[in-house]
Antibody, heavy 120, light 108 residues
Framework: QVQLQESGPGLVKPSQTLSLTCTVS??????????WSWIRQPAGKGLEWIGRIYTSGSTNYNPSLKSRVTISVDTSKNQFSLKLSSVTAADTAVYYCARDLGPYDWFDPWGQGTLVTVSS | DIQMTQSPSSLSASVGDRVTITCRAS??????LNWYQQKPGKAPKLLIYAASSLQSGVPSRFSGSGSGTDFTLTISSLQPEDFATYYC??????????FGQGTRLEIK
């Protein structure tokens, strides 16, 4: 079955760019009509959808983060990536990647999550 | 954005109890509503999609209902492994997918 795994730096300095990669295993990222999403969760708080990408490269972003977010896909590596610019302490969170299945856009499966701390 | 409001925010219950969690949307979302269970330190797990469809492998004591603006997640007989936080998620507006704030289910 499909599995997802996040990777990237666990510590990012304020004003810099957070970069994470999600590696998909057990299936091709290009197969099926799926979107691939990023979701985050600050400690002790709820879930916030960041955005998603289709394998064609089409993207949707959360309006509240749109000016700082870029999601890209590398089908040759079976990966998709997140870049979040100009980070502050408010961007400290566990970041999850997940497969987004339509037509009701539910998220399954999820990666295990990776904690990113923004601090100098 | 479509706002999703869950109630209660927290709930204490005993093993064997029937529990209902409510999720209300700020506008009609048809059946574009999904439910997740999250345990501490773990990623959320899909329970219910399209308001009432049970995800494969999820015990039948979980059920979902509703359409429009009001939805419920029901656990018919609580088991020890069900104590967790539950989230609803709307996908009617795919330009801005949103989650409820969560309902923490604790052991009484």
């Amino acid at each position: 079955q499909v599995q997802l795994q996040e990777s990237g730096p666990g510590l990012v300095k304020p004003s810099q760019t957070l970069s994470l990669t999600c590696t998909v295993s057990g299936g091709s990222i290009s197969s099926g009509s799926y979107y691939w999403s990023w979701i985050r969760q600050p400690a002790g708080k709820g879930l916030e959808w960041i955005g998603r990408i289709y394998t064609s490269g089409s993207t949707n972003y959360n309006p509240s983060l749109k000016s700082r977010v870029t999601i890209s896909v590398d089908t040759s590596k079976n990966q998709f990536s997140l870049k979040l610019s100009s980070v502050t302490a408010a961007d400290t969170a566990v970041y999850y990647c997940a497969r987004d299945l339509g037509p009701y856009d539910w998220f399954d499966p999820w990666g295990q999550g990776t904690l990113v701390t923004v601090s100098s | 954005d479509i706002q999703m409001t869950q109630s209660p925010s927290s709930l204490s219950a005993s093993v064997g109890d029937r529990v209902t969690i409510t999720c209300r949307a700020s506008q009609s979302i048809s059946s574009y509503l999904n439910w997740y269970q999250q345990k501490p330190g773990k990623a959320p797990k899909l329970l219910i999609y399209a308001a009432s469809s049970l995800q494969s492998g999820v015990p039948s004591r979980f059920s979902g209902s509703g359409s429009g603006t009001d939805f419920t997640l029901t656990i018919s007989s609580l088991q020890p492994e069900d104590f967790a936080t539950y989230y609803c998620q709307q996908s009617y507006s795919t330009l801005s997918i949103t989650f409820g704030q969560g309902t923490r289910l604790e052991i009484k």
